[in-house]
């Protein structure tokens, strides 16, 4: 099943992820082909204010897991994380 993960930086958060991008960026990686999408939301000066990403997981469990356990989530970079089912409708 996949999961839409949206998370939300804390405000003036952006040293928290610049420090912990390579490890959350190794994290993300490793999940292989389970990982269809990720990248940074942005606001309007292009400064990255959170994260999306679309995970095959077997369950919440493991979505939850993940999220509580991925880098920027151990250093307290999030404000709030939403995790939602996600169905691939386009493109076909």
Request: glycine residues 4%.
């Amino acid at each position: 099943m996949l999961y839409h993960i949206q998370c939300q930086d804390k405000p003036n958060s952006l040293q928290v992820r610049l420090n912990n991008r390579d490890a959350h960026l190794a994290y993300i990686q490793s999940l292989g082909d389970r990982l269809f999408a990720a990248g940074p939301t942005l606001n309007d000066d292009d400064q990255m204010t959170g994260s999306i990403l679309i995970i095959d997981f077997d369950n919440d469990v493991e979505a939850h897991a993940f999220c509580d356990n991925d880098p920027y989530a151990v250093a307290g970079l999030f404000r709030a994380v939403t995790i939602s089912r996600w169905r691939k409708s386009l493109p076909a």
